[in-house]
């Protein structure tokens, strides 16, 4: 990462874009040395600190590779217009330019063009702010010249050079006095050789002999015929150091000298010393400074990491949601240490660990991140000017702590493209009170942070929409006009219910209806899917995914060989089989000749299990987990042999009071459930071909699932396809989606038995017989519940989907939608206000309409009538009321266009090529009002869950606050960003393998880790981090304080209110007139009596092991037992007669067991209080009466 002493001005890349706000420097590249002088040129003479290097460092050529092109919107530098881009690509450093700045308007036409232009002006208008940035950048210069200043030490005196001819010395010859007679002549011969040679008279007196002698250095010059003498050298040596001793001087004469070389060049080093060369001098220089600054974090009592640092660590330890402090601060030790010692570092574990962050700093940093977050987001907000904002807000619970989260979204700009995207942010997840009123007060709480972090005065957005679940306290339809009186919300807010809740809901509501709840001690199809994804995930806990695999694997083979199972299987359910043996088919070369007498032998040979991995991810059935009954009952059905095989291979090896072996009993007992049949009834025998009852119950479900739930659960997560990343974003197709969805229902609820999805549960219905008994579970009975269950089904979408969606507030989002529709829909509206509203004679368009965007389902569209769509939104509504909404009033002149001059059936709104007029600002209005609108709230659903791991590690409500807000503004954003460029470098990876016609890497990258995560997150983290100082650099330090004090302070919370509030509470009621005791204070029973100890023994007891004692109690008590007489061969008769030992012989265990409890309940019905109803469930013990049941209950104690 760059250190913040290097990095360029943020005002660099504005100033270099104003170069080419001209027309004619469009479209063209310009060398960076041409702008740099441009720069320097207009802010006037003197020194140029700008250069072509400055120009590279301002586009982060580090994070660019040669050759490549990085691309800035135009609307990031705030300049117009906003779609054009400033482009800068990189070369390499041999080449001519380094780097080449152009104006393009698309990155791609930046890319194709070559041509490089050496000129380039800047308008006068920035002429002074560029002169500003001229002057820091000189005083910057001027800075660091001073700092690489070196302090010279004293020369000697100039060198003599004396130029003698070879062999004679200075002293041989000394200088005659007089006038030389060949002076002129030397001077001539002297000014001539001047002007021919290139070489001046400085260099040719310039020192070539460089020495040592007696440890001192000299130099002179000495000519190609010249001579030195000894005493030339002594004359021209340095001057010894000034603080010199006698030892010194003793050292420097017995010194050696070792040769070294320097390139082609060779020298002498004394011994004990070494030379070389200056760059790798400065490169240990640096080296050694960088291992000095590691030095010093460790050598005090505290942390003293840079703030760069641990902004680093704490975003990286956002990864560690469920984890403590304690195990963060290990972490960060043990990685020091490693690296340390790596490296040869020797710092005591001592210093280490006083020089780590500690639990408080980590804690510290958390929030301080949190604040840093905000202010980035409240900056963003304002750069993107979106002036209307929407909510979400969920209310959860998890680990007994109670969250509210808050999320806003906004129209915002993608930072690259420039293209329109949606915004997220989550607020934060504080406490609230579970009432409307108390709801209302957190969210605008929350609203206020971001008040106080600018978004106030000219900045305040309105916050115009909302979306939230309708359940508890704080349902929608309660909070939404209590967000309005505290001013959380615009007087004229539009509210929408949680989408996902309203059709998980309406599944809920009919599943239960026709076929009864989930629960022990039911029947049906969602407690067998329960029993059954139990018994796999308890059986994965116990030998892992691999043994149950191989359990499945020898159950498989089992079944192969095992005529009797597979007869057990044929009878118990033969369609079930019939799937299995399908499966096994698909597998071999000529599935059409072989029969099932050999596919099941074929379950002999197999080396793996080849079906449905029923065992990898399993999870709950359950209502309040979205879309996992049906999914596990999907899986119910498909592998129902398999589940069967294992619950029987569990029966037989588990013991019979060990919790596995009862989930397996009970789940054979609702896999073997039939049909009943009235043994007087004169009608036939139930087919052999009859189902089990429940599994016709998932063939329904799964039918309807198939044919109608699960492609409209799908439209609910899509993204819009003209907003980016925007999943649940699609507000603006939701309305007409709720046609389409009606349209289906209706269609499905008359036709589903003529549907493909349903055949096989028809098929099975119409095996069953009709009796007119609805408990007998035959045709009857799934007749009346299939009736049922579409009954609640609508019901429920009517009340939680389709009569929100329908009210005048979001009826307006069709305006958004398909243009067909949308036209359809402002004809209507036009109608009304032309006709004093009127609407008598107004009829909609009868025409089929393909509408796209629906899912992958409608492959080519999703076909629609408008006129009975249209008919069935606008049912209710009032057109005078749309026609005073603002989205219509603001734009009705352009809007109206639309109905009078484009053709419905032609028109696009998101195709500039099928517009007559210009319809920006309703392409803009769409954006930045109609698609902010969530359409469900699974976002808050993410935090909830992510707030509930922070909270098992028992920390306060402003760490879990502090974290959320952080995961939302970095980690998220740097997910979709960080997918985007893993799929790039995957389609780069595919390019070449292709190319080397090698297998390319299959589909696109759903989850990106590993190095490439690591990698791509540590740039992330550099830019954001850049980015925030310069926006935290902004922030006053009052502003600063308040916010850092709302996000910290226990005190502001909601949460302290509501803890005060109940205190006092508490006090006042205290402190009232003497209370009156009430009945609900008494106890009139008296404690409890163990059955131990008045002579009872508990319900558990009754079993076959003390059968005995149970046949003597029943004898003693003069219980009738039921006694069975075969009348016929098809009919039986019981008779109750007084117990006696050659009776009960007769009676099997559960019927002693049901006569005694029945007994006992008799008994005890005598002594009810008036009103006091007993059950047979309530029986938990029995009073013993018999000798031998005494002495059972002795033994039972003492052992």
């Known amino acids: 990462m760059v250190r913040h002493e290097d990095r360029p001005p943020a005002a660099a890349r504005p100033l270099i874009a104003c170069l080419f706000q001209e027309k004619r420097h469009r479209n063209k590249w310009y060398s960076g040395t041409s702008c740099a002088k441009a720069l320097n040129t207009i802010a006037g003479p003197g020194n140029e600190p700008i250069d072509a290097e400055f120009m590279k460092r301002a586009f982060k050529n580090n994070l660019i590779g040669d050759g490549e092109v990085n691309a800035i919107p135009f609307s990031t530098l705030g300049l117009y217009p906003s779609d054009h881009q400033l482009c800068a690509r990189f070369q390499g450093r041999n080449r001519g330019i380094n780097i080449m700045i152009g104006r393009f308007p698309t990155k791609q036409l930046a890319e194709e063009s070559l041509d490089v232009h050496d000129w380039c002006a800047i308008p006068d208008c920035y002429r002074n702010e560029l002169v500003e940035l001229i002057a820091e950048r000189r005083s910057v210069a001027a800075e660091k010249q001073a700092s690489k200043t070196k302090i010279q030490r004293?020369?000697?005196?100039?060198?003599?050079s004396p130029m003698r001819k070879r062999g004679?010395?200075?002293?041989?010859?000394p200088p005659q006095p007089g006038p030389d007679p060949n002076s002129e002549k030397r001077k001539a011969d002297e000014g001539r050789k001047e002007a021919d040679d290139a070489v001046g008279e400085d260099d040719k007196s310039r020192p070539n002999l460089f020495y040592t002698l007696f440890g001192r250095a000299g130099k002179l010059c000495c000519g190609e015929d010249g001579a030195v003498s000894i005493q030339d050298l002594r004359d021209n040596l340095e001057p010894p150091n000034k603080n010199e001793t006698e030892t010194n001087r003793r050292h420097r004469f017995e010194r050696g000298h070792v040769l070294h070389g320097f390139g082609a060049s060779q020298y002498w080093v004394p011994a004990g010393a070494?030379?070389?060369?200056?760059?790798?001098?400065?490169?240990?220089?640096?080296?050694?400074?960088?291992?000095?600054?590691l030095k010093n974090l460790f050598k005090g009592m505290q942390c003293r990491f840079s703030d760069e640092a641990m902004r680093i660590l704490t975003i990286f330890n956002l990864h560690n949601m469920g984890g403590s402090d304690e195990a963060t601060e290990a972490i960060i030790f043990a990685t020091v240490k490693a690296v340390l010692y790596e490296i040869g570092l020797d710092v005591s574990n001592e210093k280490v660990a006083h020089g780590c962050p500690s639990r408080r700093t980590i804690a510290r940093w958390e929030a301080r991140l949190a604040v840093e977050v905000i202010f980035s987001v409240v900056a963003e907000i304002k750069k993107d000017d979106p002036k209307w904002l929407s909510m979400q807000l969920d209310h959860g619970n998890r680990n007994g702590i109670d969250h509210l989260v808050k999320i806003v979204s906004w129209a915002g700009y993608d930072e690259v493209t420039a293209e329109r995207v949606i915004k997220f942010f989550c607020l934060d997840v504080n406490k609230s009170d579970k009432t409307a009123l108390g709801a209302a007060a957190a969210v605008k709480e929350s609203l206020d942070v971001l008040k106080a972090a600018g978004l106030d005065g000219e900045n305040e957005l309105m916050y115009e929409s909302l979306t939230a679940d309708n359940g508890g306290g704080a349902g929608r339809e309660i909070l939404q006009p209590k967000l309005m009186d505290v001013g959380a919300l615009a007087e004229h807010s539009r509210g929408n219910n949680c989408g996902y809740h309203g059709e998980n809901k309406a599944w809920e509501n009919g599943s239960k209806a026709a076929f009864g709840e989930e629960g022990l001690g039911?029947?049906?199809?969602?407690?067998?899917?329960?029993?059954a994804l139990t018994l796999v995930k308890k059986l994965k806990e116990d030998v892992g995914r691999v043994g149950l695999d191989r359990i499945r694997l020898n159950l498989l083979k089992f079944l192969g060989k095992n005529d009797r199972l597979q007869v057990e299987l044929a009878n118990s359910n033969h369609?079930?089989?019939e799937r299995l043996l399908e499966k096994i088919s698909k597998d071999m070369p000529n599935p059409d000749g072989v029969n099932a007498t050999d596919l099941l032998e074929s379950l002999n040979s197999i080396s793996e299990a080849p079906l449905t991995d029923f065992t990898k991810n399993v999870k709950d059935m359950t209502f309040s987990r979205w879309a996992t009954t049906n999914q596990g009952i999907k899986i119910v059905i498909e592998c129902w042999v398999e589940i069967y095989c294992l619950a029987l291979a569990v029966k037989q090896s588990e013991?019979?009071?060990?919790?596995?072996?009862?989930?397996?009993?009970?789940?054979?007992?609702?896999?073997?459930?039939?049909t009943k049949r009235d043994p007087h009834s004169e009608e036939p025998a139930l087919s052999a071909l009859a189902l089990p009852p429940l599994y016709i119950e998932g063939l329904f479900l799964i039918g309807f699932t198939e044919a109608f739930f699960d492609h409209h659960f799908e439209f609910l997560s899509l993204p819009d396809p003209e907003f980016g990343n925007s999943s649940g974003q699609t507000m603006r197709l939701y309305v007409e989606h709720v046609a389409i969805m009606h349209e289906e229902l209706k269609d499905l609820i008359t036709n589903y038995r003529d549907r493909d999805e349903f055949k096989d549960f028809v098929e099975a219905v119409n095996v069953l017989p009709e009796s007119g008994d609805e408990n007998n579970g035959d045709r009857t009975f799934f007749n009346s519940a299939v009736e049922i269950f579409f009954a609640k089904y609508r019901a429920t979408l009517d009340k939680h989907l389709f009569g929100p969606v329908r009210h005048e507030s979001l009826l307006v989002y069709l305006v958004g939608g398909n243009s067909s529709v949308a036209i359809q829909f402002l004809k209507w509206l036009k109608h009304c206000e032309e006709n004093d509203g009127d609407m008598d004679d107004?009829?909609?368009s009868d025409e089929d309409v393909t509408l796209m965007h629906h899912g992958s389902h409608y492959t080519d569209g999703a076909k629609a009538n408008l006129k009975i769509m249209l008919e069935f939104l606008v049912a209710d509504a009032d057109p005078s009321k749309i026609l005073k909404d603002p989205l219509i009033t603001s734009n009705k002149v352009l809007l109206w266009q639309m109905v009078d001059d484009e053709d419905e059936l032609e028109f696009d709104l998101w195709d500039e090529n099928t517009w007559t007029n210009c319809y920006d600002p309703i392409v803009d209005m769409v954006h930045k009002r109609i698609a902010i609108h969530p359409i469900h709230q699974q976002r808050c659903e993410n935090h909830v869950q992510m707030a509930a791991l922070v909270a098992s590690t028992s920390v306060n409500e402003v760490r879990r606050t502090s974290r959320c807000i952080a995961l939302s503004g970095i980690l998220r954003p740097f997910h979709q960003a960080a997918l985007k460029e893993a799929n790039e470098i995957r389609a780069i990876e595919n390019e070449w393998l292709e190319s080397q016609n090698k297998e390319k890497k299959a589909g696109e990258v759903d989850r990106v880790a590993g190095s490439l995560r690591m990698m791509l997150l540590g740039d992330y983290v550099d830019a954001y981090s850049e980015k925030v100082e310069d926006t935290m650099a902004d922030v006053p330090d009052e502003m600063l304080r308040k916010v850092f004090d709302l996000v910290t302070n226990k005190n502001s919370k909601i949460s302290a209110k509501m803890v005060d509030e109940k205190v006092k509470r508490y006090k006042e009621s205290m402190e009232k007139k003497p209370r009156k005791v009430t009945k609900s204070e008494i106890n009139e029973d008296g404690i409890d009596i163990p059955p131990e100890v008045k002579g009872g023994l508990k319900r558990k007891f009754l079993v076959k092991r003390y059968e005995p004692q149970i046949d003597a109690e029943i004898i003693f008590r003069e219980i009738k037992v039921p006694l069975i007489n075969q009348v016929t061969e098809d009919e039986e008769e019981i008779n109750y007669q007084r117990a006696t030992k050659k009776n009960l012989m007769k009676v099997g265990i559960r019927d002693k067991k049901r006569v005694l409890l029945e007994h006992e309940l008799a008994l005890r019905s005598i002594h009810n209080r008036p009103g006091q109803v007993l059950t047979l469930g309530d029986i938990k013990h029995i009073k013993v009466q018999s000798n031998e049941m005494k002495a059972l209950i002795k033994n039972l104690t003492q052992t």
């Open 154 to 160: 004293p020369k000697s005196a100039n060198p003599r």
């Open 168 to 173: 004679k010395s200075a002293h041989e010859h």
């Open 274 to 293: 070494t030379g070389i060369a200056s760059n790798h001098l400065t490169r240990i220089t640096n080296q050694s400074k960088m291992i000095d600054r």
């Open 522 to 531: 039911n029947k049906n199809i969602f407690q067998l899917g329960y029993q």
């Open 575 to 577: 369609k079930a089989l």
């Open 655 to 674: 013991k019979s009071n060990s919790y596995l072996h009862k989930v397996a009993c009970d789940l054979l007992s609702l896999m073997n459930t039939k």
């Open 842 to 844: 107004f009829q909609f």
